[in-house]
């Protein structure tokens, strides 16, 4: 990137725009979504800790306002999005991860503004798949505070298929894995906005989780959890919503990506992207913010036990003196 005036541009990095704005070239939506947030979620950890997290919450569903990750966002390819964020407290902004938006509507706060009050985000998905949504202010911060939540684009048919002409699926897993750092929570808000070194090069994750459990709840909490019958094929959408690097083993049970970051990896314009097989017990490694769609076909009932660490970014090691891991298992049954 070329910087033409270095002070100005530390200016405008240190004073973000946060005039309300309106939504521009505005169509009647599709379908619609309100966000409200920050709203404070504690989490009691298996150490007898709480860990408070932060979510956007949907007004219209008092279900929502507990739950970390947020809400799931639903939606079709081709259908017009509004994405409305009310800031309740300081300044915010969802980026919709994946999503071809204008500037306007992409949410990355220091290229053009963050929310102080209601904004509408307006996008169009062309691709079905696996994408997330997040607040994209201090996004270091932000992000490991937990505002984020799935963003799931289905074909036009619906859920059950990946993608048009892609695998068909019966058992759809969610699984957005994440490590926590307790002493950021006590970082503010805006901190290392103006250059000031904030510590958030010191990252020391102590929590390991698979949406929203922690490890070792992982291996009975419906939400890491997979329990399929025979015969049933398994989607698991694998959301790296760590600072790791995310390697996953899965036991007895072979594994195809077929979907990658929300495009498809089965498609005749792209022949050269295959899906790629993972045979069972074979590590994969993701980076932050990295989706897999995988898909799984077991043929024989049983319970196959899955492992995930997050490893150090440099020194490859698994954080916490290696005790960095969620486990959870694959129940097949008759
Ligand atoms: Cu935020």
Redesign the pocket.
């Given at each position: 990137m070329i910087v033409r005036d270095r002070e100005e541009f530390e200016a405008f990095g240190c004073d973000v725009n946060d005039d309300e704005i309106a939504t521009p070239d505005k169509l009647p939506p599709n379908i619609s979504f309100v966000w409200e947030?920050?709203r404070e979620v504690d989490i009691r950890m298996p150490d007898g800790k709480e860990v408070t997290f932060?979510n956007f919450s949907d007004p219209r569903d008092s279900k929502s306002r507990d739950l970390w990750p947020s809400k799931t966002m639903r939606v079709k390819q081709g259908q017009v999005v509004h994405s409305t964020l009310d800031?309740k407290k300081?300044?915010?902004?969802i980026h919709h991860h994946g999503m071809n938006s204008s500037t306007m509507n992409d949410g990355v706060?220091h290229v053009s503004f963050?929310v102080s009050d209601r904004y509408t985000y307006q996008f169009q998905p062309t691709h079905a798949g696996t994408y997330f949504y997040h607040?994209?202010?201090?996004?270091v911060?932000?992000?490991e505070?937990g505002?984020y939540g799935f963003l799931i684009v289905d074909p036009p048919s619906g859920r059950g298929t990946l993608y048009k002409d892609g695998p068909r699926y019966d058992v759809e897993a969610l699984w957005a894995l994440d490590d926590v750092d307790p002493s950021w929570r006590a970082i503010d808000?805006q901190a290392g906005l103006c250059g000031e070194d904030a510590g958030l090069d010191l990252f020391r994750p102590k929590y390991f989780m698979i949406t929203g459990v922690p490890h070792p709840r992982t291996m009975t909490d419906k939400r890491a959890k997979i329990t399929a019958k025979l015969g049933q094929t398994i989607l698991i959408r694998h959301l790296n919503a760590s600072y790791s690097v995310v390697s996953t083993t899965i036991q007895g049970l072979d594994a195809t990506v077929y979907g990658f970051d929300g495009r498809p990896l089965l498609h005749p314009s792209v022949p050269w992207a295959a899906p790629i097989f993972i045979p069972a017990g074979t590590p994969f490694e993701t980076v932050s913010a990295q989706r897999f769609d995988l898909i799984l076909k077991p043929t024989r009932i049983g319970r196959y036990p899955v492992r995930i660490e997050f490893r150090h970014w440099v020194t490859g090691e698994i954080h916490d003196g290696g005790r960095g891991i969620c486990e959870t298992v694959i129940d097949v049954t008759e």
């Open positions: 947030g920050p932060w800031a300081n300044t915010h902004t706060g963050e607040c994209h202010k201090n996004t911060l932000h992000f505070m505002m808000h």
